[in-house]
């Protein structure tokens, strides 16, 4: 499944109606206890704080998408969630490897809060490199920065 990365943000969201549909629709099918405020609720608060969405996208629609907060050295990811209907097909695994490049092109570390990860998620972050930190408060990805120095 060739799955490409789009980034949504603010102006993205008000410029098309289908990423707004698209993206309604990931966090529609997400379980409960991963996303416990109202779909819309969450969207626009988290883009008027100025963050981003990172969207696997595949045929002109978007199929999965993880909440990033960027910080001036790393981005904090959380929420990831794949539409119901591709899951289990490696969408979440390549889109978190497609955020991991941008990272790393960036110079950014990426990082996700434990205490709100499932253990399927936990799972995948290590399967992909993510190391739990000795605090044991956060997983991090910790990307060579450009130049290959730290």
Not at 20 to 36: G, K, S, T, V
Not at 41 to 51: C, E, K, T, V
Not at 87 to 105: D, I, K, P, T, W
Not at 122 to 141: N, P, S
Request: net charge neutral; hydrophobic share 45%.
């Amino acid at each position: 499944m060739p799955v490409t990365l789009q980034q949504v943000d603010q102006a993205a969201w008000e410029a098309d109606a289908q990423v707004r549909l698209d993206l309604a629709r990931i966090y529609a099918d997400a379980p409960a206890e991963r996303l416990p405020v109202a779909v819309d609720d969450f969207i626009r608060d988290h883009l008027a704080s100025g963050h981003l969405f990172c969207c696997a996208r595949f045929n002109d629609r978007l199929l999965g998408a993880v909440a990033v907060i960027p910080d001036q050295h790393a981005w904090w990811l959380s929420n990831l969630c794949v539409r119901k209907t591709t899951r289990r097909r490696g969408v979440g695994s390549r889109l978190l490897a497609l955020v991991s490049e941008v990272a790393y092109g960036e110079g950014r570390r990426l990082y996700a809060a434990s205490s709100q990860l499932p253990v399927a998620d936990q799972m995948l972050l290590t399967r992909l490199g993510y190391r739990l930190t000795k605090d044991g408060d956060y997983f991090e990805l910790d990307l060579p920065l450009r130049g290959g120095q730290r």
